[in-house]
């Protein structure tokens, strides 16, 4: 079940959604799998430091995030990716490592450019058994989200 903050948060913002329901899936690449769709259409978010500001870091479910292109995008002095102790209880009411790539959490979000290419994307709901699938154009203009060249970068 999405959480009821998360839920208000979709409707608030005028996010069509479609609510998906699988077992219980932890890593982005097992959820691509649980939804049977390819992992370069799961947004998976990833938590940065930004000179010192937590922001996150969207790509696809295929590829880690490219922390260099993040700096040169943002001008940033540094930019660090921040470990889960260190930010665990931000994303309440989220299970941990569950929460979606949304503005709900007063953060500001850098997508890859190569997700924004596609007609709609899947994301976690909040729990590591719900999903969404947006409309990619409509989630970019509700969460301002700021479009970042190769930000992610393929798994070695």
Do not use: N
């Not at 390819?38 to 938590?47: E, L, M, Q, T």
């Not at 058994?129 to 989630?139: N, Y």
């Amino acid at each position: 079940m999405i959480p009821d903050p998360i839920h208000r948060y979709l409707e608030q913002h005028h996010l069509p959604y479609e609510h998906l329901v699988h077992g219980r899936a932890v890593p982005a690449q097992r959820l691509a799998a649980a939804e049977h769709v390819p992992g370069d259409r799961v947004a998976k978010p990833v938590v940065v430091s930004v000179d010192g500001a937590l922001a996150l870091a969207v790509v696809s479910a295929t590829h880690r995030v490219d922390l260099d292109a993040l700096r040169r995008a943002s001008g940033a002095s540094l930019v660090e990716l921040v470990p889960e102790s260190a930010f665990a209880d931000r994303f309440e009411p989220c299970e941990a490592g569950a929460e979606p790539a949304l503005g709900f959490f007063g953060l500001p979000l850098f997508v890859d450019a190569s997700l924004v290419h596609e007609p709609w994307i899947l994301m976690r709901a909040g729990t590591h058994e719900d999903a969404i699938r947006v409309d990619t154009r409509a989630w970019m203009d509700s969460e301002h989200a700021r479009v970042v060249p190769a930000l992610g970068a393929a798994r070695a």
